[in-house]
């Protein structure tokens, strides 16, 4: 079984500033996916960036970007320029071979400060 | 395109009823899969359907039951309700399969009283 850890509770981070979210992950799957994904108070699950394990290359998306080291079973999320609007529940995912099961970390909650 | 649409959005309900909650996926998206987040037990797997068959399923009790219908709406239900069945049920569509995303809805916040 997978398991995925996020030890950040808890984040805060200036407007315009980069801040960094720590994930960790346990499989034996040599191929898989994992997602970040962010909860606003408005509760809706909004997909932030995904990463394909047999990909070298890190993801990228727009302010967002991860840095995954397969070999070390991370997989940080790195916001630049903060907005206020990134301020939500941030959980990492992994997704199981098949693609039928999503398996969460506990969430780190962002706050972003003017 | 429309997204993933669940109903209702809220429920109250008292120990020991049962409950239906729907969920209609994104167009074309065949797999519908669901969660339960609850602050202490954080988001859990619930089951899996594609193409009307249970293709996997997590560690809840038998209480907690879906379906899927032939135009790839499901349903989950739980029969004789818990306290602890308190919880935001989160539906995900999907495609199917490990390349494609998992798009959620905005869930239905379920209140066992």
């Known amino acids: 079984a997978q398991t995925v850890t996020q030890s950040q509770p808890e984040m805060s981070v200036q407007e315009a500033e980069t801040v960094t979210l720590s994930c960790t992950y346990d499989t034996s799957e040599s191929n898989y996916y994992l997602f970040w994904y962010k909860q606003p108070p408005s509760r809706q699950m909004i997909l932030v960036i995904r990463?394909?394990?047999?990909?070298?290359q890190n993801a990228t998306e727009n302010r967002f970007s991860v840095n995954f080291q397969k070999a070390a079973k991370s997989f940080s999320l790195k916001i630049s320029d903060s907005q206020l609007g990134d301020t939500a529940m941030y959980f990492c995912?992994?997704?199981?071979?098949?693609?039928?099961?999503?398996?969460f970390g506990e969430g780190t909650q962002l706050t972003v400060n003017p | 395109k429309a997204g993933v649409t669940q109903t209702p959005r809220y429920l109250i309900k008292t120990r020991g009823q049962q409950v239906t909650l729907s969920c209609s996926p994104i167009?074309?998206?065949?797999?519908v899969s669901w969660y339960q987040q609850t602050p202490g037990q954080g988001l859990q797997f619930l089951f899996e359907y594609f193409s009307e068959t249970q293709r996997n399923k997590g560690n809840f009790p038998g209480r907690f039951s879906g379906r899927q219908f032939s135009n790839s709406r499901s349903e989950m239900n739980v029969s004789t309700l818990e306290l602890g069945d308190s919880a935001l049920y989160l539906c995900?569509?999907?495609?199917?399969?490990?390349?494609?995303?998992?798009?959620f809805g905005a869930g239905t916040r379920l209140s066992v009283l």
């Open positions: 167009s074309g998206h065949r797999s």
């Open positions: 995900a569509s999907s495609y199917s399969g490990p390349k494609n995303i998992q798009y």
């Open positions: 990463q394909e394990a047999y990909k070298q």
């Open positions: 995912a992994f997704m199981n071979p098949d693609g039928s099961r999503l398996t």
